[in-house]
């Protein structure tokens, strides 16, 4: 493993799959949405070409996966022209390094995200008390400390421009991690929404694993901003997107999409907030 890159100590395998695993769906002709284990990637670009960028980076131990996924799609031996994370939860930095080695591409990030992705400062622990299911009480095993990408990661244009994504923009969705971005296309409206709202309730096992689908806020055992991840969830359905991706669960389209995400807004405190948990803030009750 390169010198000036390694995960933290706790890195490890997580056991957990769901019925999607392994299994990628065209959203548009240019994004492809691809589930490892219990969380989504995205390739960016139309398959003939070779301009494509890889959004976030999936579980641990997953990088062959990712890899033989991309040639799939783009030929072999192809290689994305970046990155873009997200943010640096390691459900979607998982395989980053080795991909990173594979691939030797630039890694971009919003810059609130770097303590996290420089070995610098590690997330706030998951909390297993939070209000849910299974998935919340497994939390304590989720590595948690910070990775360090050396000088392979870089910090995302404060214009609001995406490298090698010429017609995204990244808007800046706080709450669920404090440099969390999501990324917006005008011209067809399509969205690549990361954590900031989820189309399966991640708490729950039964649900991650089936990946019933329904519209739910950021995955509640690792939220720690609930005030600033409802106002996330207002601006990117202020956009009104007529498709969007997220981290987890299926993709989700037109009328279905636009109203789920009213319901979300004008149900956030009980659809999304945990009625429990440390890094619930009793205010917004």
């Known amino acids: 493993m390169d ?16 019925i999607q695993s392994g299994m990628g769906i065209e959203v548009l002709p240019d994004l492809y949405c691809h589930t490892v284990q219990i969380v989504n990637i995205h390739l960016v670009g139309k398959p003939e070409s070779n301009e494509f960028v890889l959004v976030d980076a999936g579980m641990p131990h997953s990088a062959e996966k990712i890899i033989s996924t991309t040639e799939e799609r783009f030929g072999e031996n192809s290689r994305p022209k970046a990155i873009i994370l ?48 299974m998935v919340s009480k497994m939390s304590p095993i989720f590595p948690n400390e910070p990775i360090d990408l050396g000088n392979h990661i870089e910090t995302l244009p404060s214009d609001g421009s995406v490298p090698h994504m010429p017609e995204f923009k990244w808007i800046h969705t706080p709450g ?14 399509a969205l690549i929404a990361g954590d900031a709202f989820v189309t399966v309730k991640q708490e729950y096992l039964y649900k991650v694993l089936t990946q019933e689908q329904e519209i739910s806020g950021p995955p509640r055992y690792l939220t ?4 600033a991840a409802k106002e996330s969830v207002k601006k990117l359905a202020a956009l009104n997107p007529s498709v969007a991706v997220t981290g987890h669960g299926f993709s989700m389209f037109g009328e279905e999409l636009s109203e789920s995400l009213e319901k979300l807004i004008l149900h956030f405190d009980s659809i999304a907030v945990p009625d429990y948990g440390k890094y619930v803030d009793k205010n917004l009750h």
Do not use: C
């Open 176 to 189: 669920h991690a404090p440099g969390h971005v999501s990324l917006f296309r005008e011209k067809d409206r």
């Open 3 to 18: 010198q000036d890159m390694n995960y933290g100590s706790d890195y490890k395998y997580i056991p957990t799959t769901s």
């Open 224 to 227: 720690t901003d609930w005030k």
């Open 86 to 133: 997200t943010h640096g939860h390691f459900d979607h930095v998982g395989a980053i390094i080795e991909l990173v080695e594979h691939w030797q591409v630039p890694v971009y990030a919003h810059e609130l995200e770097m303590p996290f992705l420089t070995g610098q400062k590690a997330y706030p622990e998951p909390d297993p008390t939070v209000e849910g299911g």
